[in-house]
T-cell receptor, first 112, second 113 residues
């Protein structure tokens, strides 16, 4: 079955780069997403990557996809205290009515 | 556009009580979803709908019911609340386009005592 796993916690210093990792089991996924959740808030879509891409860059965010290893990562350059949040990776599948399978989330703590 | 709206924001229920969580979207999206988020966990799909009059079970449907009489509204019903249903509930709708992006509501925090 489908399964998405993430490490639970990451702590970095302000100004450093953060790398949040995610692994998934189903190779038939079509889109892979990164969502951000701030305390007490809903989910905000940060970025996504189509499964036939290897990399996507969007300002401070870089997404890398290794299809062979079923590994997805999100790199945040110049991490700021405002980046402190929980980050979820999620996948969806062709013909799967848009249902998202989520990882358990990685809490990013940015220290000043 | 208001996007996806949910009411109430917070609710405390006693065991055995019932309630309906409301969800509405004004983007004319066909697909809508209900997820629950338990502490320290990702979101699990409860029910979803691909259009008015059509609903289907997700990963964790037990103890819940849904209906979809209009495109805009997708209420979630808890008939006999149990402590295991203490969670944060998120509604989402699916945008039409190449990214198939889901838009999430702000969530309803439910506590069952």
């Amino acid at each position: 079955g489908e399964d998405v796993e993430q490490s639970l916690f990451l702590s970095v210093r302000e100004g450093d780069s953060s790398v949040i990792n995610c692994t998934y089991t189903d190779s038939s996924s079509t889109y892979l997403y990164w969502y951000k959740q701030e305390p007490g808030a809903g989910l905000q879509l940060l970025t996504y990557i189509f499964s036939n891409m290897d990399m996507k860059q969007d300002q401070r965010l870089t997404v890398l996809l290794n299809k062979k290893d079923k590994h997805l990562s999100l790199r945040i350059a110049d991490t700021q205290t405002g980046d402190s949040a929980i980050y979820f990776c999620a996948e969806t599948f062709s013909g799967n009515t848009g249902k998202l399978i989520f990882g358990q989330g990685t809490t990013l703590q940015v220290k000043p | 556009n208001a996007g996806v709206t949910q009411t109430p924001k917070f609710r405390i229920l006693k065991i055995g009580q019932s309630m309906t969580l409301q969800c509405a979207q004004d983007m004319n999206h066909n697909y809508m979803y209900w997820y629950r988020q338990d502490p320290g966990m990702g979101l699990k799909l409860i029910y979803y709908s691909v259009g008015a009059g059509i609903t289907d079970k997700g990963e964790v449907p037990n103890g819940y019911n849904v209906s979809r009489s209009t495109t805009e509204d997708f209420p979630l019903r808890l008939e006999l609340a149990a402590p295991s249903q203490t969670s944060v509930y998120f509604c989402a709708s699916l945008g039409q386009g190449s990214t198939d992006t889901q838009y999430f509501g702000p969530g309803t925090r439910l506590t069952v005592l």
